[in-house]
């Protein structure tokens, strides 16, 4: 149980382009989102919290305009990263909570801009 | 600021040892504590949580917590090289009903 899709696995892509990626709570409905970011050899630092139906909540020095997050119902939350960067390259990784319960987390996506 | 502290590591124990890793976190209203194991390029895995103090033990795997003293610690029994990773520990930041704080991590390392 506690299954988290997330996709796609790679982007790479020029700078200026946006990337989507979405993540999917398979066989629970998952009441809060968190999107995460991980540099080389770092930590995860937690960009966001979504919940279904309201606006993210965003970790100081997150800029909403440039992530935005939609949590469209109790399954899916998406990330889009706006007019990408080189500077945005980074490990991104979603992760999905039923109220009560641990973190489980997608399996990442890589972002490369090139 | 809340933090949670971690050894970076790499710590080394042969294959059959005991791997003992450490936390500390600063947030005394923390009540969840987690631990995870993230494998290089690849993202966390829960393996422990545990919520009042005292030891659980899942398989191989023992968690302990002292919450006076605000530190949790993961025991990996009959450590294998599969168990070479690294260890994030994760405590709940108080108030909240899941959001996690994290520690850098310990590199694990088990040599053959």
């Known amino acids: 149980g506690a299954v988290v899709s997330q996709h796609p696995s790679r982007v790479i892509c020029k700078s200026g382009t946006s990337v989507k990626i979405e993540c999917r709570s398979l066989?629970?409905?998952?009441?809060?989102m968190f999107w995460y970011r991980q540099f080389p050899k770092q930590s995860l630092m937690l960009m966001a919290t979504?919940?279904?139906?309201?606006?993210?909540?965003?970790e100081q020095g997150v800029e909403k305009d440039k992530f935005l997050i939609n949590h469209a119902s109790l399954t899916l939350s998406t990330l889009t990263v706006t007019s990408a960067h080189p500077e945005d390259s980074s490990f991104y990784i979603c992760?999905?909570?039923?109220?009560?319960?641990?973190?489980?987390f997608g399996d990442g996506t890589r972002l490369s801009i090139l | 600021q809340k933090e949670v502290e971690q050894n970076s590591g790499p710590l080394s124990v042969p294959e059959g040892a005991i791997a003992s890793l450490n936390c500390t976190y600063s947030?005394?209203?923390?009540?969840?504590f987690f631990w995870y194991r993230q494998y290089s390029g690849k993202s966390p895995e829960l393996i422990m949580s545990?919520?009042?103090?005292g030891d659980k033990e899942d398989g191989r795997f023992t968690a302990q917590l002292n919450k006076a003293s605000q530190y949790v610690s993961l025991l990996i029994r009959d450590s294998q090289p599969s168990d070479s990773a690294t260890y994030l520990c994760?405590?709940?930041?108080?108030?909240?009903?899941?959001?996690?704080?994290f520690g850098t991590g310990t590199r694990l390392q088990v040599t053959l």
């Open positions: 994760a405590v709940n930041e108080a108030g909240t009903a899941s959001k996690l704080t």
């Open positions: 545990i919520y009042s103090n």
């Open positions: 066989d629970f409905q998952a009441t809060t």
């Open positions: 947030d005394r209203g923390s009540q969840s």
């Open positions: 992760s999905a909570v039923d109220r009560g319960q641990p973190q489980h």
């Open positions: 979504s919940n279904e139906g309201s606006k993210a909540t965003y």
